[in-house]
């Protein structure tokens, strides 16, 4: 069993930068692949960024190319996702999750989910 708690959120204008977090408890996030997601309203859940076990291989959705980061406090059993040049599309619930299958996480089937952190890009 994992549970998954995201924080961070808020409101940027146009240009910011937010650090989203998303702490784990019942198993070390060293045994999965981890993730980002999120969903805009009235729109479907998309990827956002993955990595896989101790970065490894991360992956990113080509609209957060260059401007997000994700990855790993071991420490704090914890991923961080890094958002730089915040632009008003990037503006969605984010939810971290986790699986221990790759391909399982990268088609939005993961066994663990986050409840989300709201994230808003407005001037």
């Known amino acids: 069993q994992v549970q998954l708690v995201e924080s961070g959120g808020g409101l940027v204008e146009p240009g910011g930068s937010l650090r989203l977090s998303c702490a784990a408890s019942?198993?070390?996030?060293?045994?999965?692949?981890v993730g980002w997601f999120r969903q805009a309203a009235g729109k479907e859940r998309e990827f956002v960024a993955s990595?896989?076990?101790?970065?490894?291989?991360?992956d990113y959705s080509n609209s957060v190319k260059g401007r997000f980061t994700i990855s790993r406090d071991n420490a704090r059993n914890a991923v961080v996702l890094q958002m730089n040049s915040l632009i008003p599309e990037d503006t969605a619930i984010y939810y971290c999750?986790?699986?221990?299958?790759?391909?399982?996480?990268?088609?939005?089937?993961?066994?663990?989910w986050g409840q989300g952190t709201q994230v808003t890009v407005s001037s």
């Open positions: 999750a986790a699986d221990a299958s790759p391909l399982q996480l990268r088609r939005m089937r993961p066994q663990f």
């Open positions: 990595a896989q076990w101790r970065n490894v291989d991360t």
């Open positions: 019942g198993r070390m996030f060293s045994s999965y692949a």
